[in-house]
């Protein structure tokens, strides 16, 4: 599976954004998805997850109710939606992928065999 991000950059607080995660190599309607942040110096960490038809989703609590996940199967392409943008959310963001379900929920990067090259965020105050 390769993926490719897009639609990171520099943004006020209070700024929306948001990231695509282009897949090929694979029947994109069961691999499993998410996205991860990575800030300077702090590992890895999962954003959203998002199972095979976007009908489970997991949003971790730093986010919720400011991000949204997810897919568009027809396209290969999942989303993150950022809105409300805090200078904490600056990052790296990596789209990750496994094929086979794996239930959204709290994971870590070692549970993803694929990952993007990464899309930086940066939220400026």
């Known amino acids: 599976v390769q993926l490719v991000e897009s639609g990171g950059g520099l943004v006020q607080a209070g700024g929306s954004l948001r990231l695509s995660c282009a897949a090929s190599?694979?029947?994109?309607?069961?691999?499993?998805m998410a996205w991860f942040r990575q800030a300077p110096g702090k590992e890895r960490v999962i954003v959203a997850g998002?199972?095979?038809?976007?009908?489970?989703?997991y949003i971790a609590d730093s986010v919720t109710g400011r991000f949204t996940i997810s897919r568009d199967n027809t396209k290969n392409t999942v989303y993150l939606q950022m809105n409300s943008l805090k200078p904490e959310d600056t990052g790296v963001y990596y789209c990750?992928?496994?094929?086979?379900?794996?239930?959204?929920?709290?994971?870590?990067?070692?549970?993803?065999?694929?990952w993007g090259q990464g899309t930086q965020v940066t939220v400026s105050s």
């Open positions: 990750a992928a496994r094929r086979g379900w794996l239930a959204p929920r709290p994971r870590p990067a070692s549970d993803y065999d694929y």
């Open positions: 998002i199972g095979w038809s976007g009908g489970s989703t």
């Open positions: 190599g694979s029947t994109f309607s069961s691999v499993s």
